[in-house]
DNA sequence: ATATTGACCAGTT
DNA sequence: TAACTGGCCAATA
């Protein structure tokens, strides 16, 4: 199990999440500040697996997909951890965003104490990001930008 | 000590 | 439309 500062982030913000809600991988690497790290979001969930207070089952892919290697039982076992929380999951092995995808508020991720060093890597990347991005990915920052700027953005 | 690998993601061919 | 690319982090080999 990873004890990394970023491991240790992604889990706490995964324990955040309530029951019947998910986060998706990139969702979370975003909020970190680093908005292409949600395969290393996806691979320390992996290694969280053993920790019975970390709820893996309420993170998701983009499309809201379940995941292959999920534990030992693969999407299988994921299924069965998500309808545990009441989650309705899809014969295609998928969970509605539209319906279950949870952010947290100012308050909640006032809560993390990102490290100022994460603040500012937020605002560069979103920075950076804006130019080059497909308009459904300037979504997510904007959202993102819009939930984390009343905390973030004072001493 | 370096290289490879993943529960990912989005841009570009 | 489908395949490929580069980026992320930490554990393995």
Same mark, same amino acid.
């Given at each position: 199990?990873?004890?990394?500062?970023?491991?240790?982030?992604?889990?706490?913000?995964?324990?955040?999440?309530?029951?019947?809600?998910?986060?998706?991988?990139?969702?979370?690497?975003?909020?970190?500040? *680093?908005?292409?790290?949600?395969?290393?979001?996806?691979?320390? *969930?992996?290694?969280?697996? $053993?920790?019975?207070?970390? &709820?893996?089952q309420?993170?998701?892919?983009?499309?809201?997909?379940?995941?292959?290697?999920?534990?030992?039982?693969?999407?299988?076992?994921?299924?069965a951890?998500?309808?545990?929380d009441?989650?309705?999951?899809?014969?295609?092995?998928?969970? $509605?965003?539209?319906?279950?995808?949870?952010?947290?508020?100012?308050?909640?991720?006032?809560?993390? !104490?990102?490290?100022?060093?994460?603040?500012?890597?937020?605002?560069?990347?979103?920075?950076?990001?804006?130019?080059? *991005?497909?308009?459904? !990915?300037?979504? *997510?920052? !904007?959202?993102?930008?819009?939930?984390?700027? $009343? $905390?973030?953005?004072? &001493?």
């Amino acid at each position: 199990m990873p004890t990394s500062e970023f491991s240790n982030k992604v889990y706490e913000i995964v324990r955040m999440i309530p029951p019947g809600r998910v986060m998706t991988y990139g969702q979370i690497a975003v909020l970190l500040g *680093l908005p292409r790290a949600a395969q290393a979001v996806g691979w320390a *969930l992996h290694w969280a697996m $053993d920790e019975a207070n970390t &709820p893996c089952q309420r993170v998701v892919n983009r499309y809201g997909g379940l995941a292959q290697g999920y534990g030992w039982g693969g999407q299988a076992a994921h299924r069965a951890d998500l309808e545990a929380d009441e989650v309705e999951v899809r014969p295609d092995m998928t969970v $509605d965003l539209e319906r279950y995808q949870w952010w947290p508020t100012p308050a909640e991720i006032a809560r993390l !104490k990102l490290s100022p060093q994460a603040l500012e890597n937020l605002n560069r990347k979103l920075e950076f990001s804006r130019e080059q *991005l497909s308009r459904s !990915k300037v979504r *997510l920052q !904007k959202r993102v930008k819009q939930v984390v700027k $009343d $905390d973030f953005t004072a &001493p």
